[in-house]
């Protein structure tokens, strides 16, 4: 009975959530509203491609793809001495490995093996190899496989770890001896958000870590200059697919179990890893088939399993196209295709035909390409630094240092700081969060009623855009005649969120307001929404905030329209990630009355100061620190009231309220310790 009964206590808030919902069949609703977008840039980008014809039209779009590439990653840094050094060296039969430790970036170490022949003459060929999302990064067992493959057959092989991998976690905690963040992918993501603040992206220091190798290599008197390649799976495989199209130095290319199509890899798995995902990637009209555009008519093998995550029938339609462009060059037996019936992974079947491919092409040999047996390392007796850490051994850069830095620069230099007046700033704002324009006032439609004491609560759907149906929840007071003050109401947990008998829309209710709470798109019922749909947003060219700012300001218009609200009396108040939504919205609507924020982010530039962050990703606009941080909009709100409440860190954490919003010159600025009621804390603001 006991059992039963705390059974029933925690299925109590989920069925009162329900009874809150208007429809069913929003939960893809984003998705499909993207899709339809990225449908139509596929059909464009296609026929694009399908016209060129000539080794003119090819080098156009070569210059365009990289043009488009490089922009994507934030440009390339200058290049600084590469400081290597050896720390020390594995003797092998036929072959040495030595530890190679160099700078990309100033105090941005590189750890490295370079597997270096010791039969044959030198110069060698050689090849960037570039590791998967492995924990081990380069010295993961099957990756030194391919290593010692390379190496047995004359070609010399550098093989570095990306950040976040190997010995380069970024998120070290030596006391539990693992990544605070997780792992590879989740140290990729953890930076590789912030980089969207800056415009860059978390594959810029990996591809600038190849290049950099590539400049290590050719200080090297045993490495033939004009005969070095690229290799690499999974991960790796998106490295070696941006080395090709960036790097003009490489003779040959290999990437396995990552070139796919956007079109079959669009649903499902989706979106990737933070570096396999470029802003504006499908509305600039590129593909996967543009990384071997780009390197044409130089030689690439794409490397495929059939049962691969990254769907073989995009791979093979990515493949088809790339050659045709092969053959306008001239050189169809340039670009190769193999595939093998098995899962995701560098697996023997493809490491061979890897070694096929570049004793082709470097080494001018024609071979089956067989891996025999040999033993790997144990990973540790591959370490480069004393620790097998650098954040232990080195404590130099890291990702997240450097784009904070490079935020530091942007903001002192923000685009907001050299407008001159309201209007200004609105449009800088809708440009930089990808807004369209002021939405006409959307259709609504009623889908029930739930009565309760001293109010009613009607069950709303708004057509904010076609194709977009915004789920909504009115609260009417029962008392007063004429037309009410209003408040459009935003929590970042959805609408229902604080809709429960008691909460804090109920305090508003009887305070004699009528409240809108509502669920932009990717929140409530219109999730899910989550990393794949904010990528899938960027990938066409939008955002999840500019796409909500579409919904909020809609549904502003709907309740500004109502008979029984007065249009000059609405306010917003916004939660969590709502209140950054709230400050936006009352920013570009400059007939919202007052605003209220709480517990929200105060500002861009604390996400990418912070070490670590959850949950931000909705209000992340690509580059936002080239033109302006949050506080700035505060410039487009004054001289309205607007209180910030009980402002949160970048992992939720409480703030103390003075110190956390400097910037905010016209905003009160409050605590709301634990339990205390809303009518204590905004009794002022509702005046």
Sequence with gaps: MRILCAVLLLLAPLQAQEALNVTSGLRGMTDEYLTAIASKLWSRRAAAVAQIRTPDEVRRRQAYVREKIVAALGGWPQKTPLNARITGALEREGYRIEKLVYESLPG??????????????????????????????????VYQRAWIGLVK???????????????????????????????????????????????TNFARYETWDGIRAVDYLLTRGDVDPKRIGVAG???????????AAVEPRLAAAAPSCYITSWEKLWIKPGPQDAEQNFVGFLSDGLDFADFLISFAP??????????????????RATYAEARRIYE??????????????????????????????????????????????????????????????????????????????HAERLYASR??????????????????????????????????????????????????????????????????????AAVLYLHGSGKSADAAPGGDIEALVRSGRIVLAIDPRG????????????????????????????????????????????????????????????????A????????????????????????????????????????????????????????????????????????????YASARVIDRPEGWAFERVYADWLR
């Design 415 to 484: 685009k907001a700081l050299e407008l001159g007046t309201v209007e200004q700033l609105r449009s800088l704002i809708a440009a930089r969060v990808g807004f369209a324009g002021k939405p006409a006032r959307p259709a609504a439609s009623k889908h029930g009623e739930i009565g309760r004491d001293g109010y009613r609560v009607e069950k709303l759907l708004l057509d904010t855009e076609p194709g977009v149906r915004v789920p909504a929840l009115a609260f009417l007071p029962a008392a007063g005649a004429g037309p009410k």
């Design 233 to 243: 799976n999974s991960g790796g495989g998106t490295q070696s697919a941006y080395l």
């Design 153 to 199: 057959r004359g070609i010399l092989v550098i093989a570095i770890d990306p950040p976040g991998q190997g010995e380069r976690y970024e998120y070290w905690d030596s006391e539990l001896g693992r990544s605070m963040a997780g792992g590879p992918t989740a140290e990729h993501s953890m930076a590789g958000i912030q980089c969207l603040l800056t415009g």
């Design 298 to 315: 130089k030689p690439i093998k794409v490397l495929t399993a059939i049962r691969d995550y990254f769907p073989i029938e995009g791979a």
């Design 108 to 141: 941005f170490h590189v750890t490295a093996n370079v597997y270096t022949p010791s039969r044959g003459r030198p110069p060698f060929p050689a090849v960037v190899g570039v590791a998967g999302h492995s924990a081990t990064g380069k010295a993961f067992p």
């Design 588 to 663: 570009l609507e400059p007939r919202i009355e007052r605003v209220a924020v709480e517990r929200a982010v105060p500002s861009y530039m604390a996400i990418v100061r912070a070490r670590r962050h959850e949950g931000i990703l909705d209000i992340v606009v690509p580059g936002v620190l080239h033109a302006f941080d949050l506080p700035d909009l505060t410039k487009a709100i004054t001289p309205r009231k607007l209180w910030i409440v009980d402002p949160r860190s970048a992992t939720g954490a409480k703030l103390d309220p003075q110190q956390a919003v400097s910037g």
């Design 328 to 405: 306008a060059l001239d050189a169809p037996d340039r670009i190769d295709f193999f595939e093998y019936d098995d899962p995701h992974g560098w697996s023997k079947p493809r490491r061979e035909a890897t070694y096929r491919w570049m004793q082709r092409w470097l080494n001018n040999t024609v071979e089956e390409g067989l891996e025999g047996e040999f033993d790997t390392e144990p990973e540790s007796a591959l370490n480069v630094t004393p620790t097998g850490q650098l954040a232990t051994s080195f404590q130099g850069e890291t990702v997240h240092s450097l784009n904070r830095a």
């Design 523 to 586: 929140w409530g019922e219109g999730q899910p929404g989550g990393t794949r749909t904010a990528m899938r947003a960027l990938l066409v060219g939008k955002t999840m905030l500019g796409m909500q700012l579409t919904d909020t300001l809609a549904a502003f218009e709907y309740l500004a329209s109502r008979p029984d609200v007065e249009g000059s009396r609405i306010a917003i108040l916004g939660k969590q990630n709502g209140g950054v939504l709230a400050l936006y919205t009352a």
